[in-house]
């Protein structure tokens, strides 16, 4: 990109946006406004950075977050000032627990005109509170070498900590005098007389996506003594899912424990590579009889505990030693049990380990798998009679059908149980993406529409309550290249409150906790000019999802009457985990 020397903001924006184009930035998002023009004019002109006008922040901020999963990059996320940076604020908190790389540029006015009631203007220092990982205001623009060499290294600083040690947020605030559009000024003419390109940004070489090296004395001669042993796979957002799921099978092998996998862990999808896998957990520790049983001597869990309320609570009861594998530097232990966090990679923990072919079993193992290989089969069995609409068997029937390799993004609420709950192990190499750092249903649809965009053929598997939350994502569709195919589970409502007590108070359930909205979507999907189709029986289903379509957005309602489907859900795992010889 040849610098734009047109007035000072051009030269600075120019210069900034260069920089990162260098370091490895791919992808910019830009939202509208006044105040960020310079910035948003040199992330449009540079040829090798993808420039996405969005008009809703908040939306914005989720698509952001949504590329920076499917890349493993920093995305830059652009907006004006005044409150539009504010909407930011839910993906920002999200990207920083679910620990995302984001860059987020706020244009600002310049401090003489801040705390005087000048237009569109707030305190937008530490905007973000303490979620940033790093944050910093830039210098006002100046039209000297000193002060373009001070940019360039702030912006290197800037992606390096967005990345490392832990990947999160940098905030930079960006204040930005006029003239905001690319009117020519005569202060530049000096500086571009004496510029050489190439020297300016010489030392600037590719940045590679680098993860924390942590060494940590691993004590495999003391879990190797205790046979009673599990190993938990639990929410992990793995950029190299292969390796992933071969260090945990080398693991699981060599020590001859049981696997239980997250369903948002990418193991449930690699069954060929990991024989130790247990998916039906959930269901086994409902089993109270048999949960005590199966105490074990010690658990090693990898990564965040899975969603499984039945494993959790089971876990708080027996408090067992539990030895925690993860790079990040927080606390993982939501339980305060028994537990040690060993911070290193997967990798590392598993590299001197010989790849065994010796798959027996312990007679601890054994006891998980038969139980596994029972539950699987009544399962199956009552899936496949079970002529009506209900939310399990979509979660159950997904990885049967789509096309191998298919990125499945999972909503918060009940998709994300369900697919615990249903979702069968399988050697189709799916790859689930899902928001587990707030756990929140903000920005669903436009976090899906960010991981869509470019990638594979993708399935958003939602609530209609989480659909309905970010309908602002529909907008995206102008400039939206990709496939994306959108199954809404429509109960009319929450569906997960149908699962707690405060559903046997009525009033004032329904109108607010359950809170049906009462949309066509039909109708919704017209607006936006997004293809929709209604399912009336499951072979419906099963036609429209193997093949998926090249390109386009289209949206798949699956309608279920809530309440009833919260007595099936009860009933079915209630009935699997009974009567189940051990």
């Known amino acids: 990109m040849t610098i734009d020397f047109r007035n000072i903001n051009t030269l600075w924006g120019s210069v900034l946006v260069e920089t990162l184009h260098r370091l490895g930035l791919k992808t910019a998002v830009i939202c509208p406004g006044s105040r960020s023009t310079p910035i948003a004019i040199a992330f449009a002109q540079h040829p090798n950075i993808d420039a996405i006008p969005i008009l809703d922040e908040r939306s914005a901020s989720f698509f952001a977050l949504g590329l920076a999963k499917q890349q493993g990059i920093p995305v830059a996320l652009v907006c004006t000032s005044g409150t539009a940076g504010a909407n930011f604020y839910p993906a920002v908190i999200e990207a920083k627990e679910s620990r995302v790389s984001l860059l987020v540029l706020t244009a600002d006015r310049p401090p003489e005109l801040r705390h005087c009631h000048a237009g569109q203007t707030i305190d937008q220092l530490r905007l973000y509170g303490h979620y940033p990982t790093w944050q910093a205001e830039l210098a006002t623009p100046e039209a000297n070498l000193e002060r373009l060499s001070y940019l360039r290294q702030t912006i290197i600083h800037a992606w390096r900590r967005s990345l490392d040690p832990i990947p999160g947020i940098v905030h930079l605030n960006i204040p930005l005098r006029d003239p905001l559009p690319p009117i020519p000024q005569p202060e530049t003419i000096p500086i571009q007389l004496q510029w050489n390109q190439e020297t300016f940004f010489s030392h600037i070489p590719p940045q590679q996506v680098t993860f924390p ?8 001669e003391q879990w190797q003594s205790l046979e009673k042993g599990i190993i938990i796979a639990g929410v992990d957002q793995s950029y190299f899912p292969q390796e992933y799921c071969q260090a945990i099978a080398t693991l699981a092998q060599h020590l001859q424990y049981p696997v239980l996998a997250e369903a948002l862990s990418p193991i449930r999808n690699y069954a060929d590579l990991n024989p130790y896998l247990i998916s039906t957990y959930d269901i086994i520790l409902r089993n109270s009889e048999i949960a005590q049983k199966l105490t074990p001597d010690i658990v090693i869990q990898i990564g965040e505990l899975p969603t499984s309320k039945e494993l959790r609570t089971w876990l708080e009861k ?4 539990r030895w925690i594998i993860t790079t990040s ?17 997967l990798e590392q923990l598993t590299e001197t380990l010989p790849k065994t072919q010796n798959l027996t079993l312990s007679i601890y193992a054994k006891q998980w798998h038969e139980l596994e290989r029972k539950i699987q089969q009544k399962m199956n069995k009552m899936m496949i009679e079970e002529n009506q609409l209900v939310e399990g068997k979509v979660a159950w029937l997904l990885p049967q059908i789509l096309p191998a390799q298919t990125p499945i ?9 369900d697919v615990e709950f ?3 192990p399988n050697s189709q190499r799916f790859y689930p993406y899902f928001s587990r750092g707030a756990n929140g249903i903000d920005g669903t649809l436009s976090t899906a529409l960010g991981i869509s965009y470019k990638n594979n053929k993708s399935v958003l598997l939602t609530g209609d309550l989480a659909l309905l939350h970010d309908t602002n994502g529909f907008l995206i569709k102008q400039k939206f290249i990709g496939s994306l195919t959108i199954i809404v589970i ?10 707690l007590s405060i559903s046997q108070f009525e009033p004032p359930f329904e109108d607010f906790f359950a809170t049906p909205q009462n949309i066509d979507f039909k109708k919704l999907c017209h607006t936006y000019g997004v293809d929709y189709y209604l399912i009336h029986q499951w072979s419906e289903l099963i036609d429209l999802l193997n093949p998926l379509p090249e390109n386009g957005i289209r949206l798949i309602e699956v309608p279920i009457h ?3 489907n919260a007595q099936w859900l009860n009933k079915t795992l209630n009935t699997l985990a009974e009567n189940i010889d051990f």
């Open 422 to 424: 249903f979702w069968m």
């Open 562 to 564: 809530r309440k009833n």
């Open 318 to 321: 027996i408090n067992p030693t």
């Open 409 to 417: 993004i999972i909503a918060n609420s009940m998709p994300v149980r």
């Open 490 to 499: 429509n109960n009319n409502g929450g569906g997960i409150f149908e699962m």
């Open 329 to 345: 530097a927080d606390n993982l232990d939501a339980l305060h049990g028994k537990t040690i966090h060993l911070r290193t990679t």
């Open 213 to 220: 090296q942590i060494f940590s004395l691993i004590p495999y």
